[in-house]
């Protein structure tokens, strides 16, 4: 059965404290591994797509990157904005279908 | 370019009564989408469009629920004789279809039944 697990539930980090986020997935061939990120009240926002072991993505202060059983969120130097929940998805080649399997989320709180 | 809608934002009905929901994909998607999102919970897949037709409905919870979609863009999702447990935020997401499975989302309807 394809399944996500984020890890940890909730992250509390102090402004400029780096630290990863971690998605472990299990799936029957991947189409696409997705990272969103979920502030209170509004729906998620699309961050990257990562198709292949090996692949990396960047963007600001986000760098998210691949392999065969896991991604993780890397996120270096955090700001309070960055605050939110940070939502993982695997598309699988199964069937016909382009249903997202979704993890639970893990909610990163920036302290100034 | 504009992203996807959904109206109202905030529904608060009477149980018993029937509620419909409104989704405004990105112009162009071909692929639509309806979630459902409860309090502390991840989002549950109910519906999957591509164009005017659901190959997929399996997470719809019972026949209360139905969704349509016209035009191969606006969908409305229905739940009838509502029921307290369907309080939630019911969001929609459309993508391109072809070329990318993104799917991009809307701000989420607040449905509360009393």
């Known amino acids: 059965e394809d399944q996500v697990t984020q890890s940890p539930e909730a992250l509390r980090l102090q402004e400029g404290e780096s630290s990863s986020l971690n998605c472990s997935y299990t799936?029957?061939?991947?189409?696409?591994l997705f990272w969103y990120r979920q502030d209170p009240g509004k729906g998620p926002e699309f961050l990257f797509t990562?198709?292949?072991?090996?692949e990396e993505k960047e963007k600001e202060r986000l760098k998210a990157t691949l392999t065969k059983k896991e991604s993780f969120l890397h996120i270096t130097a955090p700001k309070p904005e960055d605050s939110a929940t940070y939502l993982c998805a695997v598309q699988s080649y199964a069937g016909n279908n382009r249903k997202l399997i979704w993890g639970l989320g893990t909610s990163l709180a920036v302290n100034p | 370019g504009a992203g996807v809608s959904q109206s109202p934002s905030n529904k608060v009905t009477e149980k018993g009564k029937d509620v419909e929901l409104r989704c405004d994909p990105i112009s162009g998607h071909t692929a639509l989408y309806w979630y459902r999102q409860s309090l502390g919970q991840g989002l549950e897949f109910l519906i999957y469009?591509?164009?005017?037709?659901?190959?997929?409905k399996s997470g719809l919870p019972s026949d209360r629920f139905s969704a349509e979609r016209t035009g191969g863009s606006v969908s409305t999702l229905t739940i009838q004789r509502t029921q307290q447990e369907d309080s939630a935020v019911y969001l929609c997401a459309s993508s391109p279809g072809t070329g990318g499975y993104e799917q991009f989302f809307g701000p989420g309807t607040r449905l509360t039944v009393l």
């Open positions: 469009f591509q164009g005017n037709s659901a190959p997929d």
């Open positions: 990562l198709y292949s072991a090996g």
């Open positions: 799936v029957s061939g991947l189409r696409g």
